[in-house]
């Protein structure tokens, strides 16, 4: 079955503690991103990346880190994560034909404390 | 700059009522327009998309008509059902670009038994 995944889906942390979210998708997508969804704000794109090795910032990068050594992952670093990164976290994942429809992941629910 | 603008809501419906969630763009390019739909404790799943100017994009019961002389892109639906209760999400593509989705910030919808 072609999927995104995340894990974890659902995390609590304290402030400053380092964490990774993993994103992998099985469809061999060159382009892949994530975002965060926040009420009133609707979704905003963190970082994307357009192939292994290939990143660059979105709309909000800033406490976010990526990386892409292999074409199916794509896992977020928060290096020292504050209350505001409080959010559900998307990861998502395109082709880059057509109309690049985007395949999304369920979501990661974090809670800085 | 790009942006998409889609009616606030939460909206609230009967079951068997004709459904519209307006959506407007701003664009300085060529755009692809898509709506998704987030159903409860999901991620985002395409609904339907439009590529070129008159194009209509249609699933599930679901319409929308690419404007470009008014940049907009109305979702419709003639009857609605509990089961479409979900968050909607305008989004576009400009062609050209890297992938990237700009999307509105959802319009919430409840349908009634």
Known sequence: EAQVTQNPRYLITVTGKKLTVTCSQNMNHEYMSWYRQDPGLGLRQIYYSMNVEVTDKGDVPEGYKVSRKEKRNFPLILESPSPNQTSLYFCASSDRVGTYEQYFGPGTRLTVT | ?113
């Open chain 2, 1 to 113: 700059g790009n942006s998409v603008t889609q009616m606030e809501g939460p909206v609230t419906l009967s079951e068997e009522a004709f459904l519209t969630i307006n959506c407007t763009y701003t664009a300085t390019g060529y755009p692809s327009l898509f709506w998704y739909v987030q159903y409860p404790g999901e991620g985002l799943q395409l609904l339907l998309k439009a590529t070129k100017a008159d194009d209509k994009g249609s699933n599930k019961g679901f319409e929308a008509t690419y404007r470009k002389e008014t940049t907009s892109f109305h979702l419709e639906k003639g009857s609605v059902q509990v089961s479409d209760s979900a968050v909607y999400f305008c989004a576009l593509r400009i062609r050209g670009s890297q992938g990237n989705l700009i999307f509105g910030k959802g319009t919430k919808l409840s349908v009634k038994p």
